[in-house]
């Protein structure tokens, strides 16, 4: 039999092989934005334990939901209710736990049942309608935000709810979810819980079948569905993933400041997909990896915080943000073409 | 493999099925069966119902009447999947890939080797490697890297992946949508050698095509669909390659078709033969024209010197 192989044969240097990783993009860009403001901003503390642990918690709490948004994305859909969810999920401990006395802990299972609800309810309606899942979830961010709003200011007539602190069961939780550690208690937990979601996220996306479908379904939803995949629940429960990740970052933001605010976490739907972008994930779905979304909150994180030590009015944040997207969404188009061209 | 019992009962067998989109009739009445170690050609121009009777066959749709069975007895798929189950692989033209993912990923999709236990089980790497690179060698297709993206590889190479990976997951038949469509002349060497290898094996194959070039050398029995109807079924000493493809183009159809063409020529040659006369015309009248114009000319010549 004739081999057919003879043009695929040349060698690609291992060099190329690092450069055509999805991740490659946002370590380099994290080392990058760090070094910049490390001469910048290096007499004003941003290279302390300080400044690291300010930048680390940005971060750490951008990739709890940048980790599991990236993995809906690389599942080839979008989630802008996570910032919606945020509030909401908050909300409802802060509610449970002061205006109906719950223990912190039941209050904390309610909210997470709560979340997956409401990824199954956007997984169910952006399947069902065949729309945009980025028009849908936008509807879904809205009802949210606007009825957590309109049902707390009617049950305590205020948009923010203080006083979680005085619930039962508070102490355990917060020990779990807020508390400070390291030398001079720097570090907030967070940084744990994130660097858990990125081994989990991680494992599931190249260790199990799960992950294997998807990158099938991000990457070709009829394809996978021919061979046999069942695209419909593997998209649901990525929605789940993602109202878990919303769910998980308002536990931990409710308990470090013993209150919640309806507006809490607005805006943290586009931070998510920039991250997820950033950190080499295609916008068009099917490639991509939870650790290059951690680095991307990461870049992200040293690009705001960086900013505030070097002092710079920090109006101009979004800006450098902007330019640092656009970059990294040129940098991810170009790796793309060298990864279906490398091994040629 | 099952090749024994299974020349008695067809592996697939639809009896006259019908399929309704709202009130177009996309498929009417077809009646066909593969055996094991069969290659069933199915050809039809596009518009034909073969992409329909297809999706019947691999569970994406269900008979509207009619049945369809199974090694003899009635199928219910409500999905790509059972029909999966049950030994019917569909390699889709074009959808059997996912190019961004490696080869091995890609061979393994939906039906992914793990190892371990409970939480602990995880997809096996290893094994999905060795194993993809011995079937790829099998077919010809050497690669030195298994997690390469399937993008990478060129069309006929993608569709012998997707067939042998319906293969080595124990498909009894094999539903091949146009795999050669899109190919050169050699890629489409590579498909059908390949077809003619898994029909060796006992498989039972059906190929939709609508190059009756390419199904007739390596195809058994003929069925051809026209406007959602059968025009029946042939085995290959009933049928030559010539009646083959003017039944595919719809022989009478032709037939008009051709008289169509020779009556555009006859108007053509009346049109351009009275064309020829109107240009003669013309020329005449640019003739007499140009000579009004000497004439003039030499009016003015004479005027202007005159008045010098």
Same mark, same amino acid.
């Given at each position: 039999?004739?081999?057919?192989?003879?043009?695929?044969?040349?060698?690609?240097?291992?060099?190329?092989?690092?450069?055509?990783?999805?991740?490659?993009?946002?370590?380099?860009?994290?080392?990058?934005?760090?070094?910049?403001?490390?001469?910048?901003?290096?007499?004003?503390?941003?290279?302390?334990?300080?400044?690291?642990?300010?930048?680390?918690?940005?971060?750490?709490?951008?990739?709890? /939901?940048?980790?599991?948004?990236?993995?809906?994305?690389?599942?080839?859909?979008?989630?802008?209710?996570?910032?919606?969810?945020?509030?909401?999920?908050?909300?409802?401990?802060?509610?449970?736990?002061?205006?109906?006395?719950?223990?912190?802990?039941?209050?904390?299972?309610?909210?997470?049942?709560?979340?997956?609800?409401?990824? @199954?309810?956007?997984?169910?309606?952006?399947?069902?309608?065949?729309?945009?899942?980025?028009?849908?979830?936008?509807?879904?961010?809205?009802?949210?935000?606007?009825?957590?709003?309109?049902?707390?200011?009617?049950?305590?007539?205020?948009?923010?709810?203080?006083?979680?602190?005085?619930?039962?069961?508070?102490?355990?939780?917060?020990?779990?979810?807020?508390?400070?550690?390291?030398?001079?208690?720097?570090?907030?937990?967070?940084?744990?819980?994130?660097?858990?979601?990125?081994?989990?996220?991680?494992?599931?996306?190249?260790?199990?079948?799960?992950?294997?479908?998807?990158?099938?379904?991000?990457?070709?939803?009829?394809?996978?569905?021919?061979?046999?995949?069942?695209?419909?629940?593997?998209?649901?429960?990525?929605?789940?993933?993602?109202?878990?990740?919303?769910?998980?970052?308002?536990?931990?933001?409710?308990?470090?400041?013993?209150?919640?605010?309806?507006?809490?976490?607005?805006?943290?739907?586009?931070?998510?997909?920039?991250?997820?972008?950033?950190?080499?994930?295609?916008?068009?779905?099917?490639?991509?990896?939870?650790?290059?979304?951690?680095?991307?909150?990461?870049?992200?994180?040293?690009?705001?915080?960086?900013?505030?030590?070097?002092?710079?009015?920090?109006?101009?944040?979004?800006?450098?943000?902007?330019?640092?997207?656009?970059?990294?969404?040129?940098?991810?188009?170009?790796?793309?073409?060298?990864?279906?061209?490398?091994?040629? | 493999?099952?090749?024994?019992?299974?020349?008695?009962?067809?592996?697939?067998?639809?009896?006259?099925?019908?399929?309704?989109?709202?009130?177009?009739?996309?498929?009417?009445?077809?009646?066909?069966?593969?055996?094991?170690?069969?290659?069933?050609?199915?050809?039809?121009?596009?518009?034909?119902?073969?992409?329909?009777?297809?999706?019947?066959?691999?569970?994406?749709?269900?008979?509207?009447?009619?049945?369809?069975?199974?090694?003899?007895?009635?199928?219910?798929?409500?999905?790509? *999947?059972?029909?999966?189950?049950?030994?019917?692989?569909?390699?889709?033209?074009?959808?059997?890939?996912?190019?961004?993912?490696?080869?091995?990923?890609?061979?393994?999709?939906?039906?992914?080797?793990?190892?371990?236990?409970?939480?602990? *089980?995880?997809?096996?790497?290893?094994?999905?490697?060795?194993?993809? *690179?011995?079937?790829?060698?099998?077919?010809?297709? /050497?690669?030195?890297?298994?997690?390469?993206?399937?993008?990478?590889?060129?069309?006929?190479?993608?569709?012998? @992946?997707?067939?042998? *990976?319906?293969?080595?997951?124990?498909?009894?038949?094999?539903?091949?949508?146009?795999?050669?469509?899109?190919?050169?002349?050699?890629?489409?060497?590579? @498909?059908?050698?390949?077809?003619?290898?898994?029909?060796?094996?006992?498989?039972?194959?059906?190929?939709?095509?609508?190059?009756?070039?390419?199904?007739?050398?390596?195809?058994?029995?003929?069925?051809?669909?026209?406007?959602?109807?059968?025009?029946?079924?042939?085995?290959?000493?009933?049928?030559?390659?010539?009646?083959?493809?003017?039944?595919?183009?719809?022989?009478?159809?032709?037939?008009?078709?051709?008289?169509?063409?020779?009556?555009?020529?006859?108007?053509?040659?009346?049109?351009?033969?009275?064309?020829?006369?109107?240009?003669?015309?013309?020329?005449?009248?640019?003739?007499?024209?140009?000579?009004?114009?000497?004439?003039?000319?030499?009016?003015?010549?004479?005027?202007?010197?005159?008045?010098?």
């Amino acid at each position: 039999m004739s081999v057919i192989a003879n043009a695929r044969r040349a060698r690609s240097s291992p060099w190329r092989r690092l450069l055509v990783r999805p991740e490659t993009g946002a370590v380099a860009g994290s080392a990058a934005v760090w070094i910049f403001f490390a001469i910048v901003a290096g007499s004003y503390g941003f290279v302390s334990s300080l400044g690291a642990s300010s930048y680390l918690s940005v971060s750490a709490e951008l990739a709890i /939901q940048a980790i599991p948004v990236a993995l809906l994305m690389i599942g080839g859909e979008f989630d802008l209710s996570v910032g919606s969810t945020v509030g909401a999920t908050g909300m409802l401990i802060a509610i449970l736990t002061t205006h109906y006395g719950w223990n912190v802990w039941a209050a904390i299972v309610a909210a997470l049942v709560f979340a997956a609800l409401i990824g @199954v309810v956007n997984g169910y309606l952006v399947l069902r309608t065949g729309l945009p899942s980025f028009i849908v979830t936008l509807g879904t961010a809205y009802i949210l935000l606007g009825s957590t709003t309109g049902l707390t200011a009617q049950l305590t007539g205020l948009t923010v709810v203080n006083g979680v602190d005085q619930a039962p069961g508070f102490a355990s939780a917060r020990a779990i979810f807020a508390t400070a550690l390291g030398g001079g208690q720097l570090y907030p937990i967070e940084i744990l819980w994130a660097l858990a979601l990125v081994v989990l996220a991680t494992w599931l996306l190249l260790g199990t079948s799960f992950g294997n479908w998807i990158f099938g379904v991000g990457g070709d939803a009829n394809a996978a569905r021919n061979i046999g995949v069942p695209v419909k629940r593997v998209k649901i429960l990525l929605f789940v993933g993602t109202a878990l990740g919303s769910c998980l970052l308002a536990i931990i933001q409710v308990m470090t400041f013993t209150n919640a605010d309806v507006l809490r976490g607005q805006g943290n739907e586009f931070y998510a997909i920039v991250s997820a972008v950033i950190g080499g994930v295609l916008l068009t779905g099917g490639y991509g990896t939870a650790i290059g979304a951690m680095f991307g909150a990461l870049a992200f994180g040293i690009v705001e915080e960086g900013i505030v030590f070097a002092g710079v009015d920090a109006n101009w944040y979004k800006a450098v943000v902007g330019v640092i997207l656009l970059l990294a969404v040129l940098l991810n188009s170009y790796v793309r073409k060298l990864a279906l061209e490398a091994r040629r | 493999m099952s090749t024994m019992n299974a020349q008695s009962t067809p592996l697939i067998e639809v009896q006259g099925v019908s399929k309704y989109f709202g009130s177009v009739v996309a498929l009417k009445d077809i009646s066909m069966k593969v055996n094991a170690g069969e290659v069933m050609c199915l050809l039809g121009d596009n518009g034909a119902g073969k992409s329909t009777l297809i999706k019947i066959l691999s569970g994406v749709h269900r008979p509207g009447d009619g049945h369809y069975m199974v090694e003899g007895k009635e199928a219910r798929f409500s999905s790509p *999947r059972d029909a999966l189950n049950a030994g019917i692989a569909t390699v889709f033209q074009d959808l059997a890939m996912i190019p961004l993912m490696g080869i091995s990923r890609n061979f393994f999709l939906g039906s992914e080797p793990t190892k371990g236990w409970g939480p602990f *089980r995880r997809f096996d790497a290893k094994f999905a490697d060795r194993i993809t *690179r011995e079937e790829l060698l099998r077919i010809g297709i /050497q690669i030195r890297d298994t997690g390469q993206p399937v993008g990478t590889l060129s069309g006929g190479e993608r569709q012998s @992946v997707a067939i042998a *990976r319906a293969v080595y997951f124990g498909a009894k038949v094999l539903i091949l949508d146009e795999p050669t469509a899109a190919l050169g002349v050699k890629e489409a060497g590579i @498909v059908l050698r390949y077809i003619a290898q898994a029909r060796a094996k006992g498989l039972g194959v059906i190929f939709i095509t609508h190059n009756p070039h390419h199904a007739y050398p390596i195809g058994d029995h003929f069925t051809l669909l026209n406007r959602g109807r059968s025009l029946g079924t042939f085995a290959k000493s009933e049928i030559s390659r010539e009646e083959l493809t003017s039944m595919m183009a719809g022989g009478e159809e032709l037939e008009v078709l051709s008289h169509e063409l020779a009556e555009f020529a006859r108007t053509d040659a009346l049109a351009g033969a009275s064309l020829a006369e109107a240009a003669r015309e013309f020329e005449e009248e640019a003739e007499s024209l140009e000579d009004a114009a000497s004439e003039h000319q030499d009016t003015l010549n004479r005027v202007s010197t005159d008045s010098q």
